[in-house]
């Protein structure tokens, strides 16, 4: 059987999400509201999207850890993965601010959980841009290309409407942020396992 980390990590989350919908805080609304809010400060529920969050990121590190393992070698092309799955695990340990302007929270935490959240879109952001360089083949580049723009595109977007510049649902812009960086990490790992069991294929036919 395949081992597919990524694909495992990104079903975990969706799986996650789901779940955390069914307990979400008063007042939440999936359009409009932040999937960080699922696991806001003083959340009674808040612990199931942090599970989703900080989960995800561990298997993102331990695929990257196994990769890594495999080859020998801490290869360039994951190190910002890698960074990306600490800043996704990091955004899942500190809680974003609470729907409910009246109720209590920590301003550091929040803001924490914002700088963190910020690094993993940029760490990811980074792993993207070296592969649309470091990729030989066109039709890899042009889709690591197109990756980066959706990414990149939505992640403006999601600033624009948070700041109030355009009026749009906030939850849908970030989901689909975080849609394009998912699509990204299991093409990512198709295109890997393909390489190696063609490669494979060679040494054995090689060999006979």
Not at 57 to 70: D, E, W
Not at 87 to 93: E, N, W
Request: charge should be positive.
């Amino acid at each position: 059987m395949k081992r597919k980390p990524f694909t495992l990590a990104v079903t975990y989350w969706i799986a996650i999400i789901v779940i955390a919908h069914f307990f979400a805080p008063p007042g939440y609304v999936w359009t409009q509201n932040t999937i960080s809010e699922l696991a806001s400060q003083g959340h009674t529920y808040k612990w199931i999207m942090q599970a989703g969050l900080s989960g995800f990121g561990a298997l993102v590190m331990l695929a990257v850890g196994m990769s890594i393992f495999r080859t020998k070698k801490a290869l360039i092309p994951v190190l910002p993965v890698m960074l990306y799955g600490l800043g996704v695990f990091l955004s899942g340990i500190y809680c974003a601010a609470p729907i409910d302007p009246s109720i209590e929270y920590s301003v550091a935490e929040a803001r924490l959980h914002s700088t963190f959240a910020t690094a993993a879109g940029l760490s990811l952001s980074a792993g993207i841009l070296w592969h649309i360089f470091a990729s030989s083949n066109g039709s890899e580049k042009l889709a690591h290309t197109i990756f980066l723009a959706a990414v990149v595109g939505f992640s403006m977007l999601f600033g624009l409407v948070e700041n109030g510049t355009i009026d749009a649902g906030l939850g849908i812009v970030q989901r689909c942020v975080y849609l394009s960086g998912f699509a990204w990490l299991i093409y990512q790992e198709h295109t890997f396992v393909n390489k190696r069991q063609t490669q494979a294929s060679f040494q054995k036919e090689f060999a006979a």
